[in-house]
């Protein structure tokens, strides 16, 4: 999900954070990730900056806080963040990580749906963080080559 920076001000206005460049940076970064982001992640893209590590994690937290960047996998211990769509459920989906290149992937909306359920498990079920671990396609055929 791409965003421009005049898109990124309005979401920072919108909950009444203040628009700073590390935030616009941040923002920039999950919004143009193929995948949830950790912490390390965003630090990595981010390269030389200006900023220290503490600034950003701190803008992290506040993003995440604000509801824009909500942590959406917790794979192995590390937070992972994404950019929050226009619904508050917009990244309620399954990830995956691989075992062998740690890569973390979301997964298909047909995954999600076959674990819908009704009853009383239901509402838990939704807001619950699935998370699937094993090879992924790149790696499996690499192991087969």
């Not at 935030?23 to 970064?29: D, K, Q």
Request: glycine share 6%; with cysteine.
């Amino acid at each position: 999900m791409r965003i421009t920076k005049n898109e990124a001000r309005r979401r920072l206005r919108e909950r009444g954070l203040r628009v700073t460049a590390p935030r616009l940076a941040v923002l920039g970064i999950l919004a143009n990730a193929e995948g949830p982001m950790s912490f390390t992640q965003v630090l990595d893209l981010l390269g030389d900056s200006d900023w220290d590590q503490a600034t950003i994690y701190r803008n992290l937290v506040k993003l995440r806080e604000a509801g824009l960047a909500p942590v959406v996998s917790r794979v192995d211990g590390i937070d992972r963040y994404a950019l929050a769509g226009d619904h508050e459920d917009a990244h309620r989906h399954p990830h995956f990580l691989c075992e062998d290149c740690g890569r973390v992937a979301c997964l298909k909306e047909e995954i999600a749906a076959a674990l819908s359920i009704d009853g009383p498990w239901a509402e838990s079920i939704r807001s619950a963080m699935v998370q699937l671990l094993g090879h992924c396609p790149d790696c499996l055929a690499r192991a087969d080559a």
